[in-house]
């Protein structure tokens, strides 16, 4: 069980805290996203512009 969910069950922290940790972690997931699909762009790039070199 998720930490912040089992603190939220037993009320250690308001609901809100809880929705404010979660926005986060999405946040955090769509940022690790849109560099993963920026670092695979490069990457492609890179490999284009040496096969353009070789060629």
């Given at each position: 069980?998720?930490f912040?969910l089992?603190?939220?069950?037993?009320?250690?922290?308001?609901?809100?805290?809880h929705?404010?940790?979660?926005e986060?972690?999405?946040?955090?997931?769509r940022?690790?996203?849109?560099?993963?699909?920026?670092?695979?762009?490069?990457?492609?790039?890179?490999?284009?512009?040496e096969?353009?070199k070789?060629?």
């Amino acid at each position: 069980m998720d930490f912040s969910l089992a603190l939220a069950k037993f009320g250690l922290f308001e609901s809100k805290d809880h929705q404010l940790v979660e926005e986060d972690r999405a946040s955090i997931s769509r940022t690790r996203r849109a560099i993963d699909l920026q670092e695979q762009e490069l990457i492609y790039m890179a490999l284009l512009d040496e096969r353009q070199k070789s060629a």
